[in-house]
């Protein structure tokens, strides 16, 4: 005997909710990708690149990975000799 699945629609509610995060993700994830490009940060291009974590990672390079790196870069700069 076979067993029929139903199709079960999705809610209006949860296909926004699904929009919402993949539009979230992707917004994270092209500023991150950017930033990683423009450091010249190959591994953390591609772990990011590779990664889906709705932003988490992302954001965790923007705010501290890069952050930290362009304040060691300013103070070097500015550092004379």
């Known amino acids: 005997m076979r067993h029929q699945t139903q199709y079960h629609p999705a809610s209006p ?3 926004t909710l699904l929009t919402v995060v993949v539009v979230w993700g992707l917004a994270w994830k092209a500023v991150s990708l950017w930033r990683a490009a423009r ?7 591609i772990v990011l690149f ?11 390079y923007i705010f501290r990975v890069s952050a930290n790196r362009r304040r ?7 550092e004379p000799g």
């Open 13 to 15: 509610a949860k296909v």
């Open 50 to 60: 590779v990664s889906n974590t709705a932003g988490i990672l992302d954001a965790l």
């Open 39 to 45: 450091d010249n940060s190959k591994p953390w291009f």
């Open 72 to 78: 060691r870069e300013q103070e070097q700069a500015q």
